[in-house]
């Protein structure tokens, strides 16, 4: 009785698995998946090869070199976007190269792509930190000031996610500055020492503000 049954159940297993394989769909299944793992691997290469660009366009002094070098790593991570556009590292690097080129607008959109809820979750929290503070320092190089304003949203998160970003924590400070917040100055010049006991520039800010304080940390 027993066998019977699993020999039952085996034909209709092998005629199940005929009728799929007729209609081909295990083999459009496997096609799919290695396009889909072909796709993932092209758009990593591409990514690499942009981020060496990026590298010696920052290297180099030679300003008209150092463009051209931006704009072929740019490309390279609009390959690397085309092939995987949930990846937000490749939205940052685009965003790292439109900025070299003096694109402030363009990188600003791609930063805000690599953050926005659909591709972040490729992030880590420290990458995702890094992001904001790169999207951050674009807004203040600006020097418009709602993007300034925003810019300090940005910071805030980001030292939240990344406590030993030194140069996070003095930029804050200095927005906080501009909008008179002395406390909250204060405040942030103390993360930066904290993460970077030899930030000059935050124990500077310090002693303006907080003298006393500042003596307390020595």
């Known amino acids: 009785m027993v066998i019977d049954l699993v020999m039952q159940a085996g034909?209709?297993?092998?005629?199940?698995?005929?009728?799929?394989?007729?209609?081909?769909?295990?083999?459009?299944l496997f096609t799919k998946f290695r396009y889909r793992n072909r796709s993932s691997y092209a758009a990593k290469r591409h990514f690499i090869i942009?981020?060496?660009l990026l590298a010696k366009s920052r290297s180099t002094k030679d300003?008209?070199?150092?463009?051209?070098?931006?704009?072929?790593?740019?490309?390279?991570?609009?390959?690397?976007?085309?092939?995987?556009?949930?990846?937000?590292?490749?939205?940052?690097?685009?965003?790292?190269?439109?900025?070299?080129?003096?694109?402030?607008?363009s990188a600003l959109e791609a930063l805000d792509v690599a953050l926005s809820p659909l591709t972040?979750?490729?992030?880590?929290?420290?990458?995702r930190g890094d992001a904001l503070f790169k999207r951050a320092e674009i807004k203040i190089k600006s020097s418009k000031r709602g993007l300034v304003d925003s810019a300090v949203d940005d910071l805030v998160e980001s030292v939240k996610l990344k406590g030993d970003n030194a140069t996070a924590f003095r930029l804050l400070g200095e927005c906080y500055e501009k909008k008179e917040l002395k406390?909250?100055?204060?405040?942030?010049?103390?993360?930066a020492l904290r993460a970077d006991p030899n930030c000059t520039a935050a124990r500077d800010a310090m002693n303006r503000l907080s003298p006393n304080s500042a003596k307390s940390d020595k």
């Open 63 to 105: 300003r008209p070199s150092a463009i051209k070098l931006a704009r072929s790593a740019a490309e390279e991570a609009d390959k690397s976007i085309s092939l995987d556009p949930k990846d937000a590292a490749s939205h940052i690097l685009k965003a790292l190269a439109l900025d070299v080129q003096g694109f402030s607008t």
């Open 183 to 191: 406390e909250e100055a204060v405040d942030a010049y103390a993360g």
């Open 11 to 28: 034909l209709i297993l092998v005629t199940i698995f005929m009728f799929l394989w007729m209609q081909k769909i295990p083999q459009n």
């Open 120 to 127: 972040s979750k490729s992030l880590s929290g420290g990458e």
């Open 50 to 52: 942009g981020a060496q």
